[in-house]
């Protein structure tokens, strides 16, 4: 999808660089937009290097390599591995490269940092960009030396020329690379896999040393010489107005310098502040403080009718109508209608709180018609625009500087706490950090959305499925941009739902409407979460039920190793992308080994103890995780261990991909015991660790193993599909341990005594 | 007026003494390194040393710090590494990295008052410190490596 693309940018580095003039640029709008683009750029330190052949490298003459991180880091290390993929096809000695987060800017391509899509999408132009620029640093030394190109090689930072033993360092060839013309795609040659040094071996992260000694700077953290402080009561049920406030409460506050009333949104929502009154202050505890004192009412609006116990049962009984068909093979009616076993389910998953561990936060300083931020977002082109719009100003006149993000998990690709800072820092005319607070947070998130399901099975004489019907019902994320979407959306439906790859003649996968009350968003893995614990949850229930051993069940749903697109079978869906056609022989193999790893079959369990087995491909990859838990009289569940089998593909960071399954596990452990957002009246009831509890070291699994499979397939995602089998797993577990089954989350609600 | 000593160096604040100590080294001394997290002391992302004992700062006004010393991460080693940040950047313990200042003053503070602490002295200790991230496993690996046992 990506283009490399010669562009001069002769006019946008005028005084900036005197040499290397022609950029390589990844391609992603047309040609007409880049000249715009280029307008408001802002320049980077790459931009200044002596050869400067991609928008992504800029390399002394001192042989300091800069890479630009363009993607957001919020914990997944993208900011360390993309650059290291780039440092591989250059042959650079990574202890002479810099890494340069980018500001906001359609030149570096997609910044949206979700989905797990940092790596795939990106392995390509890194590559790409570091062997262009290894390709002219060869060339610039063939010349020198009067040989022939293709007897030059690297070595790290440096070309070599082994028949007459000379060696140039990568900083003195600069100045002659920088005059040729940047190669052309077809004549790059990339290193094979054999000569790696950096890709499939990895690199801890390129910050380790500041976020170990708190000198990481984090959006909570950016400041500037005379800002200002600024905390916002938010109207408490989505598309509430103010009544009244008390504006002289506040001010009466030490250091308390104005009180703010913010514009309610215009529906949609989309990524717009909520609206609500700020206070203004000399330090964010005399905000707060300040805060305290508004006394405000509010006009509630509809959603003052969102009750979470009967907007439940509504969902419920929606999933037990027929709904709109978005998959469907043979006839399941048909079969449902002879006689034999039918097994059926319902499950639900409420909604959830990302709850990063920094709360939303963003400063700005507007001033001369355009506003420059810092923020912790996942998305600094989503910030451009946003704030833009909200302040009549062209999306280039809003530099957006990314900042280290506290955790994301999706919340932070939504812009609307950025945009409060800009409309401050406006109106008072200094520079204004917004910081939410963490009850904030957990009352004003896009939350991912509650889900019920429906399953229901008709079973042969084995006990496997001739039909199979899952319906899941769900407030759609595209509510958030469409106040009358009532349906998931296409994204929503390839998570995990119209991918089931199971062997089964007549299948149906229908989907019923919901309207939502709050703002519905991403949230790490997304639909996968209801849809993996519906499918892997009865699966594990149609193989007790059965009487079969829950993995040879899987296998044999699974049926023998095939590919296929999701369009194959659900006609119309979200395809899979090219080259990432779904294997179930790769499912098969992780599910093999995770069991196996796990010691699945091959182990006695004291009393309340077990183990319980869920399997689920997103974001391109497969997982397969083995979760062993124990279940104590009181009805307490501890984990042990975990065993997940991850294949995804060429895994550029190993250690690192660890790290996020390992998390995922934890994630996961967190939503599975407690996470539960709940709201009266349309406001939501939780409001901070105490009533919205995550996981802690002690609620944690003990021992989490990740066994990554050796691939040579193109890379796939690593930092959301650890999140899906896991509660599914925990519950299996808990019924092989107990006899009782789950089918409703969190379990902080089930009895298990 | 409240008199403190913060990282060895004297200061006397004259604010509102009901102001909690983390916002008076976040925002008045510019101290980034301590977090805010819930402001209830419920997730431990803004642990500092008060007088050698882990507390979180968030809760904790300024007038009941009056007379003590403070310590944040910023002054954890006057000279490179604690032993402590060294274990924690040998199990590349942090993802996003947000608690780990709180996480690694709490396990400096546990590894003071029990040097050789067991699973179950780690867990009580650390059990008061949130990782949204889920880094825990390699908390008390990095924990037990620093105080010279095997993880």
């Known amino acids: 999808m990506s283009e490399i693309q010669n562009i001069s940018r002769r006019g946008f580095l005028k005084g900036i660089v005197s040499g290397g003039a022609l950029v390589l640029s990844v391609q992603f709008a047309p040609m007409v937009a880049w000249a715009q683009k280029e307008q408001g750029a802002f320049p980077t330190r790459a931009d200044q290097g002596k050869l400067h052949p991609s928008v992504y490298v800029g390399i002394d003459p001192d042989g300091t390599v800069f890479v630009i991180a363009h993607r957001s880091e919020m914990g997944t290390g993208s900011r360390t591995s993309l650059p290291l993929v780039l440092a591989e096809e250059l042959d650079a000695d990574w202890s002479r490269v810099k890494i340069e987060q980018a500001v906001g800017d359609k030149r570096f391509g997609s910044q949206d940092t979700d989905g797990s899509h940092s790596i795939r999408e990106f392995y390509g132009p890194m590559r790409e960009a570091g062997a262009t620029a290894r390709l002219m640093l060869i060339r610039a030394a063939a010349q020198q030396w009067q040989v022939p190109e293709a007897e030059c090689e690297t070595e790290p930072h440096v070309v070599v020329h082994r028949r007459t033993g000379r060696k140039a360092q990568y900083g003195e060839l600069t100045m002659a690379a920088s005059q040729l013309p940047v190669p052309r795609k077809e004549e790059l040659k990339f290193k094979p896999r054999s000569a790696w040094r950096y890709v499939g071996k990895g690199s801890p992260s390129y910050d380790l040393t500041e976020l170990c000694t708190g000198k990481a700077t984090y959006g909570m953290d950016a400041s500037l010489d005379g800002m200002l402080y600024a905390s916002v009561e938010h109207p408490p049920v989505l598309g509430g107005k103010v009544k009244s406030f008390d504006e002289k409460g506040p001010l009466q506050v030490a250091g308390v310098r104005k009180v703010i009333p913010l514009e309610p949104f215009t529906p949609p929502h989309a990524f717009q502040p909520l609206g609500g009154i700020a206070v203004v202050a000399d330090n964010t505890w005399a905000a707060f403080q300040g805060r305290s004192k508004l006394n405000a009412m509010w006009d509630d609006g509809a959603n003052s009718s969102y009750d979470s116990d009967a907007y439940k049962k509504q969902l419920q009984e929606t999933a037990r109508q027929a709904g709109k068909v978005v998959r469907n093979q043979g006839d399941v009616d048909a079969e449902f209608g002879k006689e034999g076993k039918v097994v059926e389910a319902e499950y639900y998953v409420p909604l959830l709180a990302h709850a990063s561990m920094e709360p939303p936060v963003a400063l700005a300083d507007f001033r001369d018609g355009q506003v420059t931020v810092w923020a912790p977002t996942q998305d600094p082109q989503g910030v451009q625009e946003v704030v833009g719009k909200k302040l009549g100003i062209a999306p280039e006149k809003v530099i957006c500087h990314v900042t280290l993000l506290g955790g994301g998990f999706g919340r932070k690709s939504k812009p609307d706490f950025v945009a409060e800072a800009a409309i401050l820092s406006k109106n008072v005319g200094r520079p204004v950090k917004v910081v939410w607070s963490r009850e904030d947070d957990i009352r004003f998130d896009y939350y991912h959305a509650v889900a019920a399901m429906y399953m229901k099975a008709a079973v042969d004489a084995n006990g496997k499925p001739t039909a199979w019907l899952q319906r899941s019902v769900f407030p759609p994320i595209g509510s958030t941009f469409d106040a009358t979407a009532q349906y998931g959306g296409g994204g929503e439906m390839a998570m995990g739902w119209t991918s089931v790859p199971y062997e089964i003649a007549n299948f149906r996968a229908e989907n019923g409407p919901a309207i939502n009350h709050v703002r519905i968003g991403w949230f790490r893995s997304v639909a996968n979460i209801y849809h993996a614990f519906a499918v892997d949850s009865f699966t594990d229930e149609l193989a007790h039920s059965a009487g079969k051993d829950p993995v040879e069940y899987l296998l044999n749903l699974i049926g023998p190793p095939h590919t296929f697109n999701q369009q194959d079978s659900a006609p119309g869906q979200k395809p899979d992308p090219e080259g990432y056609a779904f294997d179930t022989g790769r499912l098969r193999h992780v599910i093999e080994l995770a069991a196996e790893k796990a010691g699945w079959g091959k182990r006695k369990f004291p009393k309340g103890g077990g183990l319980g087995i869920a399997a689920h491909r997103s974001f391109l990859t497969y997982v397969a995780t083995v979760v062993e838990v124990e279940v104590n009289d009181q009805g307490e569940v501890r984990i042990p261990r975990v065993d997940t089998a991850v294949d995804a593909g060429t895994v550029v960071n190993p250690e690192l991909t660890r790290a996020q399954f390992e998390g995922a596990a934890v994630f996961g452990t967190s939503l599975a015991r407690s996470g539960e957002i709940t709201a009266k009246n349309g406001a939501v009831e939780q409001s901070n660790f105490h009533d919205y509890q995550v996981a802690r070291m002690n609620d944690a699994p003990l021992q989490v193993n990740v066994h990554i499979v050796e691939s040579e397939a193109p890379p796939a995602g690593v930092g959301e599909p650890g999140v899906p089998p896991f509660a599914p797993a925990v519950c299996s577990a808990i019924f092989a341990a107990t006899g009782k089954r789950i089918r409703e989350l969190p379990l902080s609600r089930a009895n298990l005594t | ?151």
């Open chain 2, 1 to 151: 007026m409240v008199n403190l000593t913060v990282n060895g160096v004297k200061r006397s604040f004259d604010g509102d003494p009901e102001m909690p100590l983390l916002w008076y080294l976040r925002d008045v001394l510019r101290l980034t390194g301590t977090k805010f997290g819930c402001g209830m002391a419920l997730c431990g992302a803004c642990t500092v040393h008060q007088d050698g004992k882990a507390i979180r700062s968030c809760s904790t006004p300024m007038s009941r710090v009056a007379g003590s010393e403070i310590k944040t991460i910023e002054d954890l080693s006057k000279n490179g590494l604690h032993p402590v940040q060294k274990a924690w950047i040998k199990h590349n313990v942090p993802q996003c990295g947000y608690c780990q200042s709180g996480q690694i003053m709490q396990a400096v503070a546990l590894l003071k008052s029990k040097p050789k602490p067991s699973d179950q002295d780690i867990e009580e200790a650390m059990a008061g410190n949130i990782c949204r991230c889920g880094t825990f496993q390699r908390i008390r690996a990095a924990i037990k490596d620093a105080s010279g046992e095997k993880a």
